[in-house]
């Protein structure tokens, strides 16, 4: 069965550093998003992206934060410098179409910024 | 702005029970309504997904229903195994928007 990958599964920065969290949607999708669960919180929605362009952000997703489709299967969330409170779990999702289709989640990268 | 509540946040069960999980919005404008599995230190696993205009959706043991006009959906899980133990996780679409707003989500222990 198709799933969503995200590499790598833990990473560990410096604060301030910038850091890339990579993620391979599954195959045939066209809607990609990313979340994050900062522990013992809920699951926050950061930004979707469709057609090589963000279709909708939170207010979390502020300037430090950038998304990028760099090939036809790689889907990439950049923090530019990093900080204490981004340490969370960072979920990629997809799905075939937007709005009213499951979204299938990877497993998460665990950030842990020092 | 969409609330969602999950009550209780904690349950345990003896092996083979029936049991309910539950979730409620502030907000009924909804496009759909989502039910995930998370495993400790995983991804999330989709289980079912009710449209708004849906009742309810069943797979396997699992029954999920939604009432719109009330803000409440809720989750049956019959005949519980050990491997049911999890948090669940119920998640919001709004309607014209992408973005899913999840519960605080319900940990289940099956006690064999």
């Known amino acids: 069965e198709p799933e969503v990958t995200q590499t790598p599964s833990h990473q560990v920065t410096q604060m301030g550093q910038e850091v890339i969290l990579r993620c391979v949607p599954i195959?045939?999708?066209?809607?990609f998003y990313w979340y994050r669960q900062i522990l013992g919180q809920k699951v926050e929605f950061l930004v979707s992206?469709?057609?090589?362009?963000?279709?909708?952000k939170s207010e979390i997703f502020d300037d430090q934060f950038s998304v990028e489709r760099p090939d036809g299967s790689n889907f990439t969330l950049k923090i530019r410098s990093t900080k204490l409170e981004d340490s969370a779990m960072y979920f990629c999702?997809?799905?075939?179409?937007?709005?009213?289709?499951?979204?299938?989640f990877g497993p998460g990268t665990r950030l842990l910024v020092l | 702005k969409q609330e969602v509540t999950q009550i209780p946040a904690a349950l345990s069960v003896p092996e083979g029970e029936n049991l309910v999980l539950n979730c409620s919005f502030t907000?009924?404008?909804?496009?759909?309504l989502q039910w995930f599995r998370q495993d400790p230190g995983k991804g999330l696993t989709s289980l079912l997904l009710?449209?708004?205009?849906?009742r309810e959706q069943t797979s396997g043991r699992l029954n999920a229903s939604l009432d719109k006009s009330s803000g409440r959906s809720t989750l049956y899980i019959a005949a519980s195994q050990p491997g049911d133990s999890a948090t669940y996780l119920c998640?919001?679409?709004?309607?014209?928007?992408?973005?899913?707003?999840f519960g605080k989500g319900t940990k289940l222990s099956v006690i064999p």
């Open positions: 999702a997809s799905s075939e179409s937007g709005g009213s289709e499951t979204q299938y």
């Open positions: 195959s045939n999708h066209l809607y």
């Open positions: 992206f469709y057609n090589n362009e963000i279709s909708e």
């Open positions: 907000d009924s404008a909804i496009y759909n």
């Open positions: 009710i449209q708004s205009s849906q």
């Open positions: 998640a919001v679409g709004k309607a014209g928007s992408y973005q899913l707003t």
